[in-house]
């Protein structure tokens, strides 16, 4: 049910969620008009507040029942309707998250705030082995806060979190929760399951989930190849020592595989993944130190570019670890409290094929420390600082053929003051200088890419990339009404970028003016960069109606990026977005719907990036929960563009050749236990 609803949340939605409904159950008798208001934490903006109001930059989160109604194969559908985030779109299995305007390696995907182990940031139609049925709930972290995560996040964190390192304790016995979905644009067939049990000082959870759908319908009839299978699963556990349930050590193992087609191509990608996390906390209170945790994982990734027959074409092989350590510290001097961490990384890609034509074997090697405090400056203004100092290695082969290493140390920091005006308004004040490493594509690319169909070249002399940002944030919260916003800029020095330059070439390197060639070529380049925009939401109850509450909701966002010394438009920008809404909830029934626009962009880069037009989408769902007596049960039926409008996503490479799904009506069912 939509407890909060805001505008986060599309309004085509499965409403299915434990947590909700234990509001419900809890009194099933209870006359409920206005659902009661469900406390907000976050894990990801900060080490040392889960209280997303205390922090002078906003966190974006999507919770559970958010996720299961977007139906999609990946992150990105799931944060579509998070003001300042889109997707890649490049196909159903491979659509990266887009903030502000920010992809690939400026964008770091997390599992529980470990890496997610895949080559997604070297590809565009390399996916994230990561499926929101497995998720919990995800959180969006832009501007000073993604220092904590490395030089990688730059332009933002996305995290999706689950239990599969169990964290709490739990006082019931058994717990789970199973649900199923038909849509009828690609004949969409999925359904998830997930349990958690306790045994003594033990807590064990497993999860799994199944995709499968065909080819989607569009308004311009079948978009060819853009099927997806997948299916995965997860076991792990966690022992609590000590008092309450704060002091545990735990594991699990996860397996992924999934099968997507390239859409306007005839090849599909072929991915497997395992591998195994490490999560622990322990409580000291040794004077200023109180708490450590240290978590951890390794993961063997492979996918393979195979033709219609099933030959494989290319692979890629990505074997990699990621562990990081965080110590909170108590009060200490004008500091009200501080956290200190470390963190190493490890990564090795490949590729072999026809593969080992873009980009030779790499090696990547990051170690880091970082710091964050706080500290209290009158009543109700605090300030909130970090600081990131690291030291990066990376080594391959360019288009020369010798082989290169190169090292940076990227020294990030922020600065924020948050003024808490009243209890219900705040208002957010940061600046940051954050600095980020090249990556390995951006230095070391050296050929054909087919399914994207460009030939890259990287640049093995790019140096460190810097953005001095600005950001100002507010917050409002009044009975029944919520408001959050920011308005921000930064401007970059040595900005890396992929240029189009409006040659083609074949797949030997031959490259020719026009576009009589197969792949276009796209040579990465730095240069300085301004980047600008604002981004809100708010959600309004109205009032109370036919035994439930009638409310509105709207959000908007819009990014502007310009080269500088007149070099035109940054690459591949998002157009703006404004949409908007009216929801009912009650005890048995809710229902919504969901207006958004998204703005034509005209402002590409150079000729070999094409215009897209504007488009809107109309979205509607309703819930039903036939037993008041047994509320878990819920059924809903969801639509998706139910105008049937052409839509093109201005961020993807392929937008050309790719239009988004067309209408899609979904049936699904969830019950909880």
Known sequence: MFYRFNGTAAAVTLLLSTTAHSAHAANPQAAASTPPKIETIIVTGSPLSNDPDKLATIVGQVNRDEILRSGGANLADALANVPGVTGSNFAAGSSRPVIRGFDASRVRILENGVGSFDVSDVGADHGVPIDPLSTQKIEVVRGAATLRYGSQAIGGVVNAINNRIPLELSDKPFSGEVSGTYGTAADTRQGGALADTRVGQFAVHADGFIRRTNDYDTPLGIQSNSFFRGDGASLGGSYFFGDGDQNRVGAAVVHYDAKYGIPAEANFIDMKLTKGLFGSSFTLDAGTLQKLTVDGGYADYKHSERDPTGVALSTFIDKEWDSRAEALLGALGPFSASAIGAQVQHREVSALGEGADYLSPTATKSFAGF??????????????????????????????????????????????????????????????????APAQTELFARGPHDAPGTFEIGDPALGIERANSLEGTVRARAKGIEFEAAVWGAKFSNYIFGRLTGRTCDGEGNCIVGDTAELKELLYEQRGATFYGLEGKATASLMEVGGGTLGLNV???????????????????????????????????????????????????????????????????????PWLANPKVELALIGRNLTDRIQRNATALNKDEVVLPGRDIRLAIRTAF
């Open 371 to 436: 710091a964050f405090t706080e500290a209290p400056m009158t009543k109700g203004l605090r300030l909130q600082m970090g600081l990131r100092v690291e030291h990066v290695g990376v080594s391959g082969t360019p288009a020369s053929n010798v082989p290169t290493d190169r090292k940076f140390t990227p020294v990030s920091g922020s600065a924020g003051l948050l003024l808490e005006t009243t209890d219900a308004v705040s208002l957010g004040l940061t600046f940051a200088s954050a600095a980020r």
């Open 555 to 625: 959000l908007a966002d819009y990014v502007r990026a310009e080269l500088q010394g007149g070099a035109g438009n940054v690459p591949r920008i998002p157009p703006y977005h404004v949409g908007g809404g009216l929801f009912w909830e009650s005890r048995s029934i809710d229902a919504s719907f969901l207006l958004k626009y998204s703005g034509a962009q005209n402002k590409v880069a150079s000729a070999a990036e094409t215009p897209t037009k504007g488009f809107a989408n109309l979205d509607a769902q309703v819930a039903w929960r």
